[in-house]
């Protein structure tokens, strides 16, 4: 069996909206094996129809238990349900937000299927949160900016009055205190250049990003214990980019560190690179697109936290300074590029978003439709 049964002209015409739907449209058979799938599914799960056929539901979306028993309940007892927001995990590491509808199909003489509604709006939303990310994200760095230049400047002059108190005290034991006043205002000194931030003006030229993460790769090696493995997932065929280098390698290693931080003693960090075609970042839309992917399988970023983990300033280590991510963030911004950020436990995904070829000026997006 690999598609549904159409016989009438009505099934035709049903047919044919279905496949005209900007709603995703899926039909499982009893065992849950892919019988229909519509156009607007095969875009979301990025799957051909032929591909897809007799694919079980499991091999689509990885472990979702609860929505699999209650579409389990809905073909025996006959009951179509609606869930709002599910969380569904598809191959790719992709994680989609969809308002989800089941609604058991019966027809004589054969046996009962499963109609599956998915109403996908994250990219959509996603969107506007990067803008508003952005937006927020820099009137935080100003803040952090301003507040660090504030600092800095009385510092030197404490420093060089504490080297000068030392040199006409005679007693080592006094000597220990302006040792002291030394090492803190080291101690800031290093802190307030970090909320500064990076200052210096990329200095780009063509870079391939796997030189970038191999790079990544043997730095983090040495700070990561034996029992965290690395997997570089790469795809070699990304054209070289227009970049500093210095920075990129920069904004990578953050994102590695929490990685592996987070995980702790023992886990898995994948890096992994794809391009994307036609891929909007903020408002533009661009025709190719690099894509760094750093995942691991730590414990993921609370709830609650994850809106505000691109701003300075917040962390959740005891340690931390809370500025590895924003510093990431404004230097792929800086390159007209975006980090975003999904995470579940055991499965963080954070995903450099670099333009590598703008749209040519004729030629029409898909949104221009
Ligand atoms: N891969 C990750 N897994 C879990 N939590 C993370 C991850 N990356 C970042 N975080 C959370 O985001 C916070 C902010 O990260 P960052 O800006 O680098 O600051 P810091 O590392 O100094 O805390 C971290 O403290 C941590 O709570
Ligand atoms: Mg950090």
């Known amino acids: 069996m690999n598609s549904l049964p159409s016989t009438t002209p009505g099934d035709l015409m049903q047919r044919r ?3 005209n739907m900007s709603a995703s449209i899926m039909v499982l058979d009893a065992d849950f094996s892919v019988v229909y799938i519509n156009p607007a599914c095969e875009m ?3 799957i051909s129809r032929s591909k897809a056929f007799g694919k079980k539901w499991d091999q689509l979306v990885i472990e979702n238990q609860e929505l699999t028993t209650r579409m389990q309940g809905a073909i025996k007892q006959g009951h179509p349900f609606t869930e709002r927001e599910v969380q569904l995990e598809i191959y790719g590491n992709r994680i989609l937000t969809v308002d989800c509808s089941v609604t058991p199909l019966y027809e004589p003489s054969t046996e009962p ?3 599956v509604e998915l109403q996908y709006m994250e990219r959509q939303l996603q969107i506007s949160r990067e803008e508003s990310l952005i937006a927020q994200s820099h009137v935080a760095r ?3 900016r301003g507040l660090a230049h504030e600092v800095k400047n009385p510092l030197g002059g404490l420093r060089g009055a504490a080297q000068l108190l030392e040199r006409e005290l005679e007693s080592e034991e006094l000597q220990e ?5 030394i090492a803190e205002a080291d101690r800031l000194q290093g802190l307030v250049d970090r909320m500064l931030g990076p200052t210096a003006l990329p200095h780009k030229e063509q870079v391939n990003i796997h030189q970038v993460l191999e790079r990544v790769h043997a730095l983090i090696k040495v700070e990561a214990g034996d029992d965290i493995e690395i997997v570089r997932n790469y795809d070699p065929s990304i054209p070289e980019i227009n970049a500093d280098p210095d920075q990129l390698i920069q904004a990578v290693l953050n994102l590695v560190r929490n990685s592996v931080q987070a995980m702790g003693a023992e886990g ?3 890096l992994r690179t794809r391009s994307k075609r036609q891929f909007t970042i903020g408002h533009q839309r661009y025709k190719l697109v690099a894509m760094i992917e750093v995942v691991d399988s730590g414990p993921g970023i609370p709830p609650e936290m ?4 691109f701003l300075p300033m917040i962390t959740g280590r005891a340690e931390g300074s809370g500025l590895g991510l ?3 963030q404004s230097l792929i911004n800086r390159h007209d590029g975006l980090i975003e950020c999904s995470s579940k436990p055991g499965k963080t995904v954070f995903r450099i978003l670099l333009p590598l070829e703008k749209m040519n000026g004729n030629e029409r997006s898909d949104m221009d439709h």
């Open 113 to 115: 299927s499963l109609l």
């Open 306 to 309: 994850i809106d505000r983990i």
């Open 326 to 328: 924003s510093i990431a």
């Open 142 to 144: 100003d803040l952090v």
């Open 17 to 19: 909206i279905m496949e």
């Open 44 to 46: 979301l799960f990025e």
């Open 177 to 181: 205190y302006t040792q002291i006043i």
């Open 268 to 270: 898995r960090l994948e």
